[in-house]
């Protein structure tokens, strides 16, 4: 009976876990039935119930061993499967990057194009301007042998000067002959005289041509005053207003722009406009209170109101 129990002990510890209660079970049934009376007859029923918890046993046991196989082909086939969808995933990567590349390839030919396209024009450009120094060179020189020629005239002229000096004037004529004026201040000077001499049109010319030799000049507000008061000295009034303006907005700040607002008032009344000379003799006299020209402003605005009321009086 003791070795029939170790028996079922033993065959307990060799059984899986899910079997293991139910064998415990069929062990006390035994046990019990062996506390009692037992026959032979019982002990081979017991035996058979044993024999036939092995074959159990032995059941499950492969049962577990075909799932552990069936678990192992699972995992290879798994591990066959990732490795195909990583291949895949390497396979996009590398067509990926190939597309890259291709795009990488074609914007550095784009670029290229445009690199020639610009060192072409670059020395398109110098090959011009290598041309227009050069053209520029040559005109120097052309100036430069100019400057010369005059150089030499003027060194003549001076010896004349100087023998003429020295020695006695033979001819009356050449006393009244004067050299030419060539100097800004002179060319000035002679347009003004002109004006003087009552030459209006001509002293005109004069100042204009002053104008477009020297345009920063400064008497280039003045020589712009002197052909408005040709105008006006004309009586071309409108003109006069014009060219008075000119100078008003050209020469701000010069000490004509008085001058030039009083007598382009003067202009506009002798048009008949005395609301527009009102208005500008008082902006004289806002803008240049102690000026001589403000003075003269206050005065013919007072004679205009005077006429205003005498024409109002019946």
Not at 35 to 64: M, W
Not at 105 to 123: H, P, S, T
Not at 161 to 170: H, Q, R, T, Y
Not at 256 to 281: C, H, R, W
Request: with cysteine; hydrophobic share 35%.
């Amino acid at each position: 009976m003791r070795r029939g129990l170790r028996a079922g002990g033993r065959l307990i510890n060799r059984l899986c876990p899910a079997l293991r209660s139910a064998a415990i079970l069929k062990l006390c049934g035994v046990v019990l039935l062996l506390s009692g009376c037992i026959t032979g007859g019982n002990f081979e029923s017991l035996r058979s119930d044993v024999n036939q918890l092995k074959r159990e046993v032995y059941a499950q046991k492969r049962e577990v061993t075909g799932l552990k196989k069936g678990l192992g082909s699972l995992e290879g086939k798994t591990a066959k499967v990732v490795t195909k969808e990583t291949l895949e995933a390497i396979r996009n990567s590398q067509e990926m990057i190939y597309d890259q590349l291709t795009g990488l390839n074609r914007d550095i030919q784009l670029l290229q194009g445009k690199f020639d396209e610009k060192n072409y024009a670059v020395e398109t450009a110098l090959s011009e301007n290598k041309a227009e120094m050069t053209e520029l060179k040559t005109r120097v020189e052309e100036m430069a042998g100019e400057v010369k020629q005059l150089m030499a005239r003027v060194q003549v002229l001076e010896q004349k000067v100087d023998a003429l000096s020295k020695g006695p004037i033979v001819e009356k004529k050449a006393e009244k002959k004067k050299a030419p004026v060539v100097t800004e201040e002179g060319i000035y000077q002679q347009a003004l005289k002109t004006f003087r001499d009552g030459k209006y049109k001509e002293a005109r010319k004069e100042f204009e041509g002053f104008l477009r030799r020297y345009p920063d000049s400064d008497l280039s507000d003045n020589a712009q005053f002197w052909i408005a008061e040709s105008y006006y000295k004309e009586g071309l009034y409108e003109d006069a207003i014009l060219a008075y303006e000119t100078l008003i907005r050209k020469f701000p700040k010069s000490d004509k722009v008085p001058g030039a607002m009083l007598k382009q008032a003067y202009s506009f009344q002798e048009l008949g406009d005395k609301n527009t000379t009102k208005v500008i003799l008082s902006t004289l006299k806002e803008r240049f209170p102690k000026s001589k020209e403000a003075e003269l402003a206050e005065k013919k605005l007072q004679a205009l109101g005077k006429d205003a009321q005498q024409k109002k009086t019946p």
